[in-house]
């Protein structure tokens, strides 16, 4: 079955890390490019970070550059997000994503990342 | 940064009916390679994205031909010929011209 599973996602005190993974199956995981985005509660989608086929470039939203890291490794059909120095406003669901025709044609069930106290 | 703009943010439909869903960006979304990266998702309660639409018109495999895209530029339409109520949930565009941007969502509701 294609698929993105996510994991990783907890509650975490500000200025906390935490890293996220994102596994696929059922397809050649190193031919996409693939993506981060997230939804706070009851907000929109929001693109947080994008990584491609080889590793080679990676793009990140303002409000993660320095904080966030996206990483892959196509050997295990993975792809992770280091989150440091989190803030309230990084809580959200954090989807993974996968890239063709410039758009998003699957995307894993997603994971929620929390910064409380 | 390109801002994306959809119109309106909600909309009442009657089941039969049709819908439309406006997105409207701050710059072109013409590519240097000659595509416009415009893409509409549906997002049904609790549950992730899922694609409609790519590059402006193209329905994405699995999606019922009574929804349809089109525009050019700066300016695009979702449309929905006949409103049935699985299709309930928020919609948002989406340009992969120039990094990404996600537009607010516009949610579709039942009268």
């Known amino acids: 079955e294609v698929q993105l599973v996510e994991s990783g996602g907890t509650l975490v005190q500000p200025g906390g890390s935490l890293r996220l993974s994102c596994a696929g199956s059922g397809f050649i995981f190193s031919s996409y490019w693939m993506t981060w985005v997230r939804q706070a509660p009851g907000k929109g989608l929001e693109w947080v970070a994008t990584?491609?086929?080889?590793?080679?470039?990676?793009y990140y939203v303002d409000s993660v550059k320095g904080r966030f890291t996206i990483s892959r490794d196509n050997a295990k059909n993975s792809v992770d997000l280091q989150m440091n120095s989190l803030r309230a406003e990084d809580t959200a669901v954090y989807y993974c994503?996968?890239?063709?025709?410039?758009?998003?044609?699957?995307w894993g069930q997603g994971t929620m990342v929390t910064v409380s106290s | 940064d390109i801002v994306m703009t959809q119109t309106p943010l909600s909309s009442p439909v009657t089941l039969g009916q049709p819908a439309s869903i406006s997105c409207r960006s701050s710059?072109?979304?013409?590519?240097?390679?000659?595509?416009?990266?415009l893409s509409w998702l549906q997002q049904r309660p609790g549950q992730p994205p899922r694609l409609l639409i790519y590059k402006i018109s193209n329905r994405f495999s699995g999606v019922p031909d009574r929804f349809s895209g089109s525009g050019a530029g700066t300016d695009f339409t979702l449309k929905i010929s006949r409103v049935e109520a699985e299709d309930v949930g928020l919609y948002y565009c989406m340009q992969a011209t120039q990094l990404i941007t996600f537009g607010h969502g516009t949610r579709l509701e039942i009268k």
């Open positions: 710059h072109s979304l013409v590519h240097s390679d000659g595509n416009t990266y």
């Open positions: 990584i491609k086929l080889d590793g080679t470039e990676k």
């Open positions: 994503a996968r890239g063709a025709w410039g758009a998003f044609d699957l």
